[in-house]
């Protein structure tokens, strides 16, 4: 029953708003007999004519260029970056490229789409994608022309033939091409830097129309004929068991059509989410309250100290010779949600052999292997569609939820999207770990450290942190341990991962290295920093936020570095503290090297929105635990930052190698430390941990 | 007995219980997706709409208290083509994930409505319950002021 889905989706989505990307997926998907619901990759069943010669790319005859993207476009722009590094190569006609989002499929390789990997995992794959295609089209035109290939000249979605002036399109020639063979791998060769057009150069999103006229899917926005709307009443608290519920209630409001026990809770099925919101509030479940409720944050912050007491404390060895003085420091960071402003979702349909799964998910593939299992069928027979993320920061690498509506959509015998409300997707959620992070160093008489120890405790993160994970500093390392604290609390990567917890205890330290020993916090990064790209952006932002120039009393600057994978970013926060002690961000100067800059205005984006995530938990703060659950259930407890309160950004870019790497994340990191360092500039006030607290800069009459 | 109103210029005429909001007639029964829902307590905007030309949320607005208004969503912002809003959100790259972005336009253009020339303070003020999770602020101010200079 499944395939005929594809096409019923396509005729209502045409009807309600026009075209859109998932649209186009779902009309190259449109399933033939016998075969899967899954979109094939776009050089299978080609129209006649069209040139086809790998997964990513299809040359058509009208002159379309249609690139797809197996990783989740979640805002990050990889549907604008990746498809820019393939075109570029191909020589293709920007204006007539589309480009569309890849189902879940093998045959695209890993399509896990976490920290800031996509464009470092798949540049090279995709370039070359784009040049053996180009070799094609330009050794069919040698073939129609009968000329020699290395006579013929690219350009713009056309191969000319300077000698007789003859030219054919890209379009034009896709039939000839789609008859040859692909070029030996070898063979090969990507365009010099100075040969690239499209690439350095600032290339508006190719998603920006449909997301300004409500025509791009969301998972959320999917809609398929005679489907039904689902919520789940969940646990009350971490752990708790359902002992009853009012099923005769709730299948008495209006509109709601069944009542499904899960594991995960009880779900609600209706003809629209308001019935089946309201079908959920009749339910009125109780729940055996189990272990964990009266788990509150304190206890939390009792257990990461417990951590830190055990063998790791007793890590300290003699002080190494020519010690004058030794620092400590003890820092802290909270619970962090991701609040995506598009809650949880995915829409199942269900048949009798085979499945259809629409959703935002950031590891389709494994989320196809779990639905899979729980539906007792071959992956091959699950056709798992990725729509636009509504934002995910990590939360959709997580797949709660997609059995739920498999198996809600085979109860019901209908397609059913299950849909989280913010409650659930704020109290059921996969935190990003609290941390306490204790660090010591020994000085010398010049104030350098002799000495750098870095212990801490956390969740999960805690099990990664290694002797490697050191500050990008030349400092002696005597210690890097974690210490992993279990919890009942659910836990999962946000945007910046292990890195924002790393960075931040590192950075404030080397700070407070710096006021120790009375050197400038700047000068001693550069003393000490053993990366020349990352001194390169250290003294980029530092030279443009004028650092040293004298300011007003109250206002201070703070700098911070982040070594991320391959990205290297400094930022300097400027702040003014006023007399409540509330901070104010006047300024955030910005130096980034991504090595080669993909496009300039995707970068700048993705540095304001990583500056705007992390403000966000250094001035709200993260989420909070009381009564065995997250005590905050909306925006109202778990605010974020709005209009009015997001800082200048300035963003200056530094070409410091030759290959691209991920610019998703990699800014996130450094604004609270280098906030915090600004503040203690401003105040003499040394904060430790998020979020800050205006009482406790407030000027003392 | 049915509700009626105009949606997007034209009659519309609904038979659904008075409660429901206009959130999910939009969304699930017209299948005018681009009203978004993002917390169902009008503290975050996504659902923001035009009723009669003022700036809404539709998560909070039962169905019933539309009879005999106007309402717009963004579906419906331009009779052809783009609003100006929406070319100069396009000509200043804005949208990330692009989710909150519909709401975020209509709250815009309700506030160019009234004031066609705002100050930074006046767009802050305006916008300041349309959440953005990307961070597009700075990028959101330099469209509204776009498309005031008339520059789209």
Redo the contacts between chains.
Sequence with gaps: MAPRFSRRLFL?AG???GSSLLVSCTLAARPQSGELPLAPPTNEHPPPGAFGPSVWLRVDPDEQVTITIAKSE????VHTALAMLLADELDADWAQVRVVQAPADGRYGNQYTVGSTSVEETHTLLRSAGAAARMMLVAATAQVFGVDAPSLRVERGTVSDPASGRRLSYGQLAPTAATLDPPAPEAVQLKPREALRLVGTPV??V????????????G??I?LPGMR?AVLARPTSFGARLTGYDEAAALAV?GVRLVLPLDAGVAVVG????AA?KGRAALAPTWEPGPHASLDSATIEAQLEAGLAGPLARVAGDAPAGTVRRIEATYRLPFRA??????TSYTADVGAGSATIWAPAQDPQAARLLIAEALGMAPESVGFNVT??????GRRLKHDGAVEAALISRAAGAPVKL?Y??DDELRHSFYHPASLHHLSAELDSAGLPLSWRHALAAGFTAGDFQIGDRPPYRIPIRLTAGALVESPVPQGWWRGVDFVQMVFATECFIDEIAAASGRDPLELRRALCDDDRLLAVLNLAAERAGWGEPLPSRMGRGVALCLYNQTRVAQVVQVRVDATGTPHVERVTVAVDCGLPINP?GIT??V??????ALTTALKGGVTVAKGRIAEA???GAQ???????P??EVHLIEGGPAPSGMGEPAVPPLAPALLNAIFAATGRRLRSLPIIPAELAKRA | MPITFTLNGEAARLDV?PD??LL?VL???L???????????G??G?CTVHLDGAAIRACLTPIASVEGRSVT???G??REG?HPL?RA??AE??????????GQ?MAATALLATTPQPSD?E???A???????????????RAVRRAAAGEV
């Design positions: 209502k009807l309600a708003a979640m805002g990050q722009g508006p999103r998603d920006a129309p449909a997301k300004v006229d409500g025509s791009a899917r969301f959320i926005d809609q709307y209006p003809d629209t989410t308001w919101i991701h609040s995506a402003i598009e809650p636009f993320l509504g934002g995910a920061f849909v409300t913010r205005l984006a993705q304001e929105g990583s500056i705007a995530f909306n925006f109202d974020l930052l709005r209009h009015g309160e997001m200048p950004v | 219980a429901v909001p999910w969304r699930d029964v299948g005018l997706t681009g009203t978004r829902f993002g917390c169902g307590a503290l975050c996504a969503t963004i579906e912002l331009a783009l929406q959100w396009i790259d804005v949208s990330q994930c692009g989710y909150c972005q519909p336009i303070a767009i802050a003020a916008l300041a319950g349309n959440l953005c999770r990307c961070g597009t602020y700075l990028r959101i101010r």
